[in-house]
């Protein structure tokens, strides 16, 4: 690894419903703003922008930062699906370690449409081609969501193997509720029960529609910068990335199994890998914001952090390891299943969470002595990205 990188300044604007937001821009150079005030400098001070969105024309990214400042920078478009606002931060990331900048902003935005996540092109190939072709071998295919098919199939998959209750999934979902009621950035606020979860109409099985995440509207940013550039600030003790790792398909993505298909292998090799270079393990960490958009996944990616072994994530569950008085606390922003999931901005809005949790200024939410946090954002077709935080 190189130069050691710093998140100084986080800003994120409360998430709407599809319809109910501002423009992309607007709700991006709030989230920015928020970001750069929160940091402590001007605008003037980046050096590099990198900018993610999935649904939008080219230079949106441009169209978002020129609200903030017209200083001839460099501003980067980036989309990598579901995992777009953690790819960001990984390339701002890699800018600051590897010496071409000191100071690089992060941002990540969506303006989403009502309904299911839909392809935009149908005069091309599909990049999700191998993946449907997987699900056929594996389930077969219906008319639900696409989405909703592959995490569904994937859950059942693991009820099959391992004999697990619908209500488990639907314990985590009561969770997201629950940690959702107390930010107010969140989407959802209202708690749910298990028995009204388990009462809302069935999606996929195990799945449920208060087991799927919310079509959102949103943005997200997030300050990056050297330890030099730190100091010359007066950030004594600021929160570090103490290791990052990006993995994309596997062989196994493309086998017989839907649980690997979704993504499994991808985030255990990426949390492997980020373990081995900070030098803590799945012991050490105190918070985790990982990528439940559906909760058979937040199940699933239980096991692939390691935040317990596999085949126990039941037991997990039910043993309240998963929330405050347990082993970690995960979601406590309510994740994508209730704080909602603008795609573009969903990997800032977790590093966001987690910057605050590191600080203690995560009010309500706040994990009582968090010093290492985790994230976890995964996109199909596909891409994942696992991050360590620290505050020493």
Not at 37 to 42: P, Q, R, T, W
Not at 290 to 313: I, M, R, S
């Amino acid at each position: 690894m190189g130069r050691r990188v710093n998140v100084i300044g986080v800003g994120m604007v409360k998430f709407a419903k599809p319809g109910a937001s501002e423009e992309y821009d607007v709700m991006a150079s709030k989230a920015a703003q928020a970001a750069i005030k929160d940091a402590g400098i001007s605008y003037g001070d980046i050096q590099q922008a990198y900018t993610g969105y999935v649904f939008g024309d080219s230079t949106c990214g441009q169209r978002a930062v020129y609200s903030v400042g017209l200083t001839g920078i460099p501003v980067i478009n980036v989309n990598n699906n579901c995992s777009t606002g953690s790819t960001a931060l990984y390339l701002a990331r890699q800018a600051v370690e590897g010496g071409m900048a000191e100071c690089v902003l992060a941002l990540g935005f969506e303006k989403m449409e009502k309904g299911a996540l839909a392809s935009k092109f149908d005069d091309r190939a599909n990049p999700l081609e191998r993946h449907v072709d997987t699900m056929n071998r594996a389930q077969g295919m219906n008319q639900s969501p696409f989405a909703a098919q592959m995490f569904g199939g994937a859950g059942r998959e693991y009820r099959w193997k391992y004999g697990t209750k619908r209500e488990t999934f639907a314990k985590i979902s009561e969770k997201a509720r629950k940690h959702a009621s107390k930010n107010p950035f969140a989407l959802f606020t209202q708690t749910l029960s298990v028995e009204e979860i388990l009462a809302s109409d069935e999606v996929f099985d195990p799945l449920t529609r208060y087991q799927c995440c919310p079509p959102t509207c949103g943005a997200a940013a997030a300050i990056v910068c050297s330890d030099e550039f730190a100091r010359k600030l007066g950030h004594a003790n600021p929160v570090y990335i103490a290791a990052q790792s990006m993995t994309t398909d596997l062989p196994s993505s493309f086998g017989d199994s839907m649980i690997k298909m979704v993504g499994f292998d991808m985030a255990a090799l990426a949390a492997k890998q980020v373990y081995e270079k900070s030098g803590l393990g799945p012991e050490d960490v105190d918070v985790v914001e990982l990528h439940d958009c559906f909760t058979a996944n937040e199940l699933l990616t239980y096991e692939a952090l390691a935040l317990c072994k596999e085949g126990e994530a039941e037991k997990f569950i039910w043993d309240g390891d998963n929330t405050y008085g347990g082993k970690f606390v995960t979601n406590p922003s309510g994740g994508l299943l209730s704080k909602g999931h603008p795609l573009g901005a969903t990997g800032l809005a977790q590093c966001t969470e987690l910057v605050w949790q590191l600080r203690g200024q995560a009010e309500q939410r706040q994990v009582e002595g968090a010093r290492v946090a985790l994230q976890h954002n995964l996109g199909l077709g596909g891409a994942c990205v696992v991050t360590m935080y620290r505050r020493d």
